[in-house]
C-alpha cells in the first residue's frame, strides 16, 4: 500500500530511543500508575499495516501521537477509533517492529491489519429457477406462516449495496437523524451524512485501482464489486412482486456496510469498523460474507461488543475445506458452510450434474467450528446492472446471476434468521440462534446438519409449566415444548 505523502519518517533507531524515554516519563506523570501486562502480538510476516490497541492507562489520541513523537509512521484514516494503524516500512520486519511498540508499554495488543476475503466462488453456469434448493430447505413452507416483518434490521457487512436495484425497493434502512450533503454528522454516529449505510473504506486501504478519493467514513456505500448486491438480495429481496428473484426473508430492513472494496477485498480494521457501526445503530442480524484465518483481536473485540448490543452475527466459514475462517470461528457467531454437493462425473458421460443440497460441497470450509450448511451452489441473486459487463460476472434476463459459496449459504441462513425474529421478536440473539440449530434437519451424507427454515418457524419455544401458565426456555436449553 502506497504511504501517504505526509508520512515520513523523521528519527533514527537511537533518537526513538531517547524519545521513548521521554514519553514514557510523561505518561508517567500523567497516568496512574499501574504495571502494564505483556502486550499480545499477533503479526504475520508480510504485513503493511499495523493495529496498534491503547494500553488501559493510555487513550488511543494520546498513543497516536506518542507514536509519531517517537517516529513511527502513524496512518489514521479515522476508520476505526479504538486503535492506531503504524506503517511497516520499507526494509523493516512486521515483527520486529510489532515487538519495538510493545517494548514501550504504550500498547496491550499489537496485530497485523491483514486482509479479509469474499467467500464467493464465481459461476458462468447460469440458472433462473430457485425452488430446486429453496424445497430443500423447505422456505416455500416457512412463507406460509411469515414473510418477514418491516422492522428487523440486516446489516450486510460487505462491498456495498445497489441501492437502485429493483428487488430493493422500500428495503432500505432510512436514518431520519441526519441530514444529507450538508457535510455534517448530525446525528454523532461516527458517518456523515449517512441516511442509508456508511463506508469505511478509505482510498489509503483501498485497492489503487478502486480510484477512491472520499476520506473515510463516509456516506457513499453503493457497490462497485457485486458481492454486497448479491448477499443483500438472498438475504432480503423482495419476494411476490413478480419481478428478480425472492429472498428469504421479503419484508426485511437492509443497512449496507461497505468495507470491502472494488476488488473484493477489505482491511480487518475496515471490518471491525464496520461490525461496531452496524451494531450501534440498530442491526438485529450481522452477515458477515468473508473472513480471515488470522485470529483478530480487533476483530473478536468488534464482534463482541455487537453481541452485547444484541445483534446475532451470522458468517460465512469460507471456502477452504477443514477450516471455519474468522469471525465465523468466534463464539456465539453462527458458521456456514455451503451445500450443494455436486457427484464427478467420468469423461465422456452425458449425465447432468444434479446438486445435493443435503451434503457440503467439496469447497466449503468445514471443522468443529461449523454449525451448520445451507445451500451454496448456483443461488440465484440480483446484480448491479452495470457489472453485467464485466468480466467478473455473468448476467442472464436482466440484472441477475448465480453465484456460489459459503458467502450466498450464510445469506441464505440471515434471511432465515430474520423470518424468525418477526415471527418471534422479543427473543434475544442467543434465543434466535438456538432455535435455528435445534430445528436442523440431517444431512444425505450423516455430515453436518442442514437449514430447515419451516422447522425453525414451526418449533415449539414455550414449554406447558402447569395448566393455564407457560414458560419460555432460555437460550441455552431450548427444547420441544412438553
Same mark, same amino acid.
Given at each position: 500500500?502506497?504511504? !501517504?505523502?505526509?508520512?515520513?519518517?523523521?528519527?533514527?533507531?537511537?533518537?526513538?530511543?531517547?524519545?521513548?524515554?521521554?514519553?514514557?516519563?510523561?505518561?508517567?506523570?500523567?497516568?496512574?500508575?499501574? !504495571? =502494564? +501486562?505483556?502486550?499480545?502480538?499477533?503479526?504475520?510476516?508480510?504485513?503493511?499495516?499495523?493495529?496498534?490497541?491503547?494500553?488501559?492507562?493510555?487513550?488511543?489520541?494520546?498513543?497516536?501521537?506518542?507514536?509519531?513523537?517517537?517516529?513511527?509512521?502513524?496512518?489514521?484514516? $479515522?476508520?476505526?477509533?479504538?486503535?492506531?494503524?503504524?506503517?511497516?516500512?520499507?526494509?523493516?520486519?512486521?515483527?520486529? @517492529?510489532?515487538?519495538? %511498540? =510493545?517494548?514501550?508499554? @504504550?500498547?496491550?495488543?499489537?496485530?497485523?491489519?491483514?486482509?479479509?476475503?469474499?467467500?464467493?466462488?464465481?459461476?458462468?453456469?447460469?440458472?433462473?429457477?430457485?425452488?430446486?434448493?429453496?424445497? *430443500?430447505?423447505?422456505?416455500?413452507?416457512? #412463507?406460509?406462516?411469515?414473510?418477514?416483518?418491516?422492522?428487523?434490521?440486516?446489516?450486510?457487512?460487505?462491498?456495498?449495496?445497489?441501492?437502485?436495484?429493483?428487488?430493493?425497493?422500500?428495503?432500505?434502512?432510512?436514518?431520519?437523524?441526519?441530514?444529507? /450533503?450538508?457535510?455534517?454528522?448530525?446525528? &454523532?454516529?461516527?458517518?456523515?451524512?449517512?441516511?442509508?449505510?456508511?463506508?469505511?473504506?478509505?482510498?489509503?486501504?483501498?485497492?489503487?485501482?478502486?480510484?477512491?478519493? &472520499?476520506?473515510? +467514513?463516509?456516506?457513499?456505500? #453503493?457497490?462497485?464489486?457485486?458481492?454486497?448486491?448479491?448477499?443483500?438480495?438472498?438475504?432480503?429481496? /423482495?419476494?411476490?412482486?413478480?419481478?428478480?428473484?425472492?429472498?428469504?426473508?421479503?419484508?426485511?430492513?437492509?443497512?449496507?456496510?461497505?468495507?470491502?472494496?472494488?476488488?473484493?477485498?477489505?482491511?480487518?480494521?475496515?471490518?471491525?469498523? $464496520?461490525? &461496531?457501526?452496524?451494531?450501534?445503530?440498530?442491526?438485529?442480524?450481522?452477515?458477515?460474507?468473508?473472513?480471515?484465518?488470522?485470529?483478530?483481536?480487533?476483530?473478536?473485540?468488534?464482534?463482541?461488543?455487537?453481541?452485547?448490543?444484541?445483534?446475532? %452475527?451470522?458468517?460465512?466459514?469460507?471456502? *477452504?475445506?477443514?477450516?471455519?475462517?474468522?469471525?465465523?470461528?468466534? +463464539?456465539?457467531?453462527?458458521?456456514? $458452510?455451503?451445500?450443494?454437493?455436486?457427484?464427478?462425473?467420468?469423461?465422456?458421460?452425458? &449425465?447432468?450434474?444434479? +446438486?445435493?443440497?443435503?451434503?457440503?460441497?467439496?469447497?466449503?470450509?468445514?471443522?468443529?467450528?461449523?454449525?451448520?450448511?445451507?445451500?451454496?451452489?448456483?443461488?440465484? =441473486?440480483?446484480?448491479?446492472?452495470?457489472?453485467?459487463?464485466?468480466?467478473? #460476472?455473468?448476467?442472464?434476463?436482466?440484472?441477475?446471476?448465480?453465484?456460489?459459496?459459503?458467502?450466498?449459504?450464510?445469506?441464505?441462513?440471515?434471511?432465515?434468521?430474520?423470518?424468525?425474529?418477526?415471527?418471534?421478536?422479543?427473543?434475544?440473539?442467543?434465543?434466535?440462534?438456538?432455535?435455528?440449530?435445534?430445528? @436442523?434437519?440431517?444431512?444425505?451424507?450423516?455430515?453436518?446438519?442442514?437449514?430447515?427454515?419451516?422447522?425453525?418457524?414451526?418449533?415449539?419455544?414455550?414449554?406447558?409449566? *402447569?395448566?393455564?401458565?407457560?414458560?419460555?426456555?432460555?437460550?441455552?436449553?431450548?427444547?420441544?415444548?412438553?
Amino acid at each position: 500500500m502506497p504511504r !501517504p505523502a505526509h508520512s515520513i519518517r523523521l528519527h533514527s533507531r537511537a533518537t526513538r530511543s531517547l524519545l521513548l524515554l521521554a514519553t514514557i516519563i510523561l505518561l508517567s506523570l500523567t497516568a496512574a500508575p499501574r !504495571p =502494564a +501486562p505483556a502486550a499480545v502480538l499477533s503479526v504475520v510476516g508480510n504485513s503493511d499495516i499495523l493495529l496498534v490497541q491503547p494500553a488501559a492507562n493510555v487513550t488511543r489520541d494520546r498513543l497516536a501521537l506518542a507514536l509519531a513523537t517517537l517516529g513511527y509512521t502513524v496512518v489514521d484514516g $479515522g476508520e476505526l477509533a479504538s486503535v492506531v494503524r503504524v506503517a511497516v516500512g520499507d526494509g523493516e520486519h512486521p515483527l520486529a @517492529l510489532a515487538n519495538e %511498540i =510493545a517494548s514501550t508499554g @504504550l500498547a496491550r495488543g499489537v496485530e497485523s491489519d491483514t486482509l479479509v476475503h469474499t467467500a464467493r466462488i464465481p459461476t458462468s453456469k447460469l440458472i433462473v429457477k430457485q425452488l430446486p434448493y429453496l424445497d *430443500v430447505i423447505r422456505a416455500p413452507e416457512a #412463507w406460509d406462516h411469515v414473510i418477514g416483518d418491516g422492522i428487523t434490521v440486516i446489516a450486510i457487512i460487505d462491498s456495498g449495496l445497489d441501492y437502485n436495484h429493483p428487488d430493493f425497493r422500500s428495503r432500505l434502512l432510512m436514518n431520519e437523524n441526519d441530514h444529507f /450533503a450538508d457535510g455534517i454528522d448530525n446525528d &454523532r454516529n461516527g458517518c456523515i451524512d449517512d441516511i442509508a449505510g456508511c463506508n469505511f473504506v478509505s482510498p489509503q486501504s483501498a485497492d489503487a485501482s478502486c480510484n477512491y478519493t &472520499r476520506a473515510a +467514513p463516509n456516506w457513499a456505500a #453503493w457497490d462497485d464489486a457485486g458481492h454486497g448486491t448479491v448477499v443483500a438480495g438472498i438475504a432480503a429481496a /423482495a419476494g411476490g412482486d413478480g419481478t428478480g428473484i425472492a429472498g428469504l426473508s421479503w419484508d426485511a430492513l437492509l443497512l449496507p456496510v461497505k468495507v470491502l472494496d472494488c476488488t473484493g477485498v477489505g482491511r480487518i480494521s475496515n471490518a471491525a469498523a $464496520g461490525i &461496531r457501526y452496524a451494531a450501534a445503530n440498530g442491526a438485529h442480524i450481522i452477515n458477515i460474507s468473508f473472513g480471515t484465518t488470522n485470529a483478530s483481536n480487533v476483530l473478536h473485540e468488534a464482534v463482541l461488543e455487537a453481541q452485547a448490543r444484541g445483534a446475532l %452475527i451470522v458468517a460465512s466459514a469460507g471456502n *477452504v475445506p477443514g477450516i471455519v475462517t474468522f469471525p465465523g470461528a468466534y +463464539p456465539g457467531v453462527i458458521a456456514v $458452510g455451503a451445500s450443494g454437493y455436486v457427484e464427478p462425473i467420468s469423461l465422456g458421460t452425458n &449425465r447432468t450434474r444434479v +446438486p445435493d443440497y443435503r451434503r457440503i460441497t467439496t469447497f466449503s470450509g468445514s471443522g468443529l467450528d461449523l454449525d451448520l450448511i445451507a445451500p451454496g451452489y448456483q443461488v440465484a =441473486a440480483p446484480l448491479p446492472a452495470a457489472l453485467c459487463s464485466t468480466p467478473a #460476472w455473468v448476467c442472464d434476463g436482466g440484472p441477475y446471476t448465480v453465484s456460489s459459496g459459503s458467502s450466498v449459504a450464510a445469506a441464505i441462513v440471515t434471511g432465515t434468521v430474520a423470518l424468525i425474529r418477526a415471527q418471534h421478536p422479543n427473543l434475544s440473539g442467543p434465543l434466535l440462534s438456538s432455535v435455528l440449530l435445534q430445528s @436442523l434437519q440431517p444431512a444425505s451424507n450423516g455430515g453436518v446438519a442442514v437449514l430447515d427454515v419451516a422447522s425453525a418457524l414451526e418449533y415449539q419455544i414455550y414449554g406447558v409449566n *402447569v395448566p393455564g401458565t407457560a414458560v419460555t426456555n432460555d437460550a441455552a436449553s431450548v427444547g420441544p415444548g412438553g
